[in-house]
Each structure stands twice: as structure tokens, then as C-alpha cells.
T-cell receptor, first 114, second 112 residues
Framework: AQSVTQLGSHVSVSEGALVLLRCNYS??????LFWYVQYPNQGLQLLLK??????LVKGINGFEAEFKKSETSFHLTKPSAHMSDAAEYFC????????????FGKGTMLLVSP | DTEVTQTPKHLVMGMTNKKSLKCEQH?????MYWYKQKAKKPPELMFV???????INESVPSRFSPECPNSSLLNLHLHALQPEDSALYLC???????????FGQGTRLTVV
């Protein structure tokens, strides 16, 4: 079985500050990992993914995440927050092999203040 | 083209109505999904259609019925829904099961 824990249902930052959204996973086999962003009343947009290779993954809109196997983590970061980053962020995991589907974390709402 | 198209964007239906949600992708993906999302919650998987095989989340009531006319289309037929079925319904597709999924913009469904 696999699961995802996102620490903090809400994270507040000031514009220009570092964004750090935390994600820890539990999986019996090395997983594939994803971050999605959702703006109000819209679908989910894939920000970035880790499948294999380099553990530091760069995504869209200046976001990046680092896969740390020893810490079972895949935290999302952005050096400087922009007002347009305010949205809900979901971390998700799936098994590398076999008949699998995405397991989502509960989500973290990012609030950006001027 | 990395787009999943859902229609309609909004739907209001009565509890005795029959309606359908439509989803289309032209990325050649072999897996398509329906998710239900309530406010402030992550998406919940309802159905997966992959390699002509349908997988069902057993907690989904029978008033929801998926149909896959071809590899690019996935419909969700709705019948005799309840007010608690009001939610955002999201369609997604992926190259294979277990790979990155691309989501449509969703259908906001309200049952009255």
C-alpha cells in the first residue's frame, strides 16, 4: 500500500519569500512522485514529476522538488513566491510497476500576501 | 497537444434527470479516469479505463455509469443522482496506468 502525507493544510508566505510545501510518502517499492497545482474551479495541472534519474526535478512556474529516498520526502520549493502562486497543491504517488493509480495527499493551500 | 477536454463545464440537474459528462483526449493515451472532487478535498478515483478494461472503485454507487466508446472518449452517465453527488467531476488521461495523469478542467455538477 502507498500513502502520501502533506504537512500543513495551509501555508502562508509573503510575496518574494521562499515557498516550501512538504510531502512525505510511504511505499513498499520505489514510487513515482508528482506535484499538481489546482486553481479555484479548475482541474489539476502537473507541476513536475520524479520517475527516475536526477533527484532534483525542475518543473513549471519556477518550482522544483527533490526526491530524498532516505527521508521518504518530495518537498516542493520555489525561491520567490508570486501572487499568482496562490492555489491548492497536491502531492501524489504511484507505484513504479504494476497496475497502479495515483494516490493523492490531502492538499496544501498556499496563501501569498503582498 | 496536451489537453483533456471536458463538457459541459457546468451542469445543474434534478434528482430524476439523466445526463452525461463527456471527456476527450487526443494524446494517444491508453488510460482514462473519472475522479470526483468535493470542496477542500483531493480527487477521489471513481473509474479507470485502460486497455479496454474497466476498473471500478467499489464505493461508487451504480447511479454513475462509465462508457468508453473509443480510446479517445470517456463518458460518465448520470441517473437519479442525490444532492450529495454535487461536486467537481474531473476526467484525466495518462500514457499508461501509473504514469503522469493530465486532467481536464472539470464539470461542476449541482444536483437539486
Amino acid at each position: 500500500a502507498q500513502s502520501v502525507t502533506q504537512l500543513g493544510s495551509h501555508v502562508s508566505v509573503s510575496e518574494g519569500a521562499l515557498v516550501l510545501l512538504r510531502c512525505n510518502y510511504s511505499s513498499s517499492v520505489p514510487p513515482y512522485l508528482f506535484w499538481y497545482v489546482q486553481y479555484p474551479n479548475q482541474g489539476l495541472q502537473l507541476l513536475l514529476k520524479y520517475t527516475t534519474g536526477a533527484t532534483l526535478v525542475k518543473g513549471i512556474n519556477g518550482f522544483e522538488a527533490e526526491f530524498k529516498k532516505s527521508e521518504t520526502s518530495f518537498h516542493l520549493t520555489k525561491p520567490s513566491a508570486h501572487m499568482s502562486d496562490a492555489a491548492e497543491y497536491f502531492c501524489a504517488v504511484t507505484r513504479r510497476a504494476g497496475y497502479s493509480t495515483l494516490t493523492f495527499g490531502k492538499g496544501t493551500m498556499l496563501l501569498v500576501s503582498p | 497537444d496536451t489537453e483533456v477536454t471536458q463538457t459541459p463545464k457546468h451542469l445543474v440537474m434534478g434528482m430524476t434527470n439523466k445526463k452525461s459528462l463527456k471527456c476527450e483526449q487526443h494524446m494517444g493515451h491508453r488510460a482514462m479516469y473519472w475522479y470526483k472532487q468535493k470542496a477542500k478535498k483531493p480527487p477521489e478515483l471513481m473509474f479507470v479505463y485502460s486497455y479496454e478494461k474497466l476498473s471500478i472503485n467499489e464505493s461508487v454507487p451504480s447511479r454513475f455509469s462509465p462508457e468508453c466508446p473509443n480510446s479517445s472518449l470517456l463518458n460518465l452517465h448520470l441517473h437519479a443522482l442525490q444532492p450529495e453527488d454535487s461536486a467537481l467531476y474531473l476526467c484525466a488521461s495518462s500514457q499508461d496506468r501509473g504514469t503522469a495523469a493530465f486532467f481536464g478542467q472539470g464539470t461542476r455538477l449541482t444536483v437539486v
